[in-house]
Nanobody
Framework: QVQLVESGGGLVQAGGSLRLSCVAS????????IGWYRQAPGKQRDLVAI???????NYAESVKGRFTISRDNAKNTVYLQMNNLKPEDTAVYYC??????????????????WGQGTQVTVSS
């Protein structure tokens, strides 16, 4: 009932910037918390940044001061501005959302919608 589609990944040199976008679509009533996770080869998927419906944000220590998460509620979109990228930021970046949606018969909440991921590669 809800789809998340990420875009904006790519190859960039260390010190460069990228902006990721994640658009949610479907029978959405509201998007509660929405955020970005990343997974490098052979590693677990970790939280990068998250923003709740009130605009409060939380960041992984490794990205504080370099990454900024924001959302456009009218467009059901979340962004991740990534500056001063480092090789260790290389990973697949996934969007995750806690969404209240219409199932066809009633309103439901599901906290774990995921996008398909977008690759970010930072060369040294």
């Amino acid at each position: 009932q809800v789809q998340l589609v990420e875009s904006g990944g790519g190859l960039v040199q260390a010190g460069g910037s990228l902006r990721l976008s994640c658009v949610a679509s479907g029978r959405i009533f509201s998007i509660n918390a929405i955020g970005w996770y990343r997974q490098a080869p052979g590693k677990q998927r970790d939280l990068v940044a998250i923003i709740n419906s009130g605009g409060m944000t939380n960041y992984a220590e490794s990205v504080k001061g370099r990454f900024t998460i924001s959302r456009d509620n009218a467009k059901n979109t979340v962004y991740l501005q990534m500056n001063n990228l480092k090789p260790e930021d290389t990973a697949v970046y996934y969007c995750n959302a806690d969404v209240t949606y219409y199932s066809g018969t009633n309103w439901r909440q599901r906290p774990d919608y995921w996008g398909q991921g977008t690759q970010v590669t930072v060369s040294s």
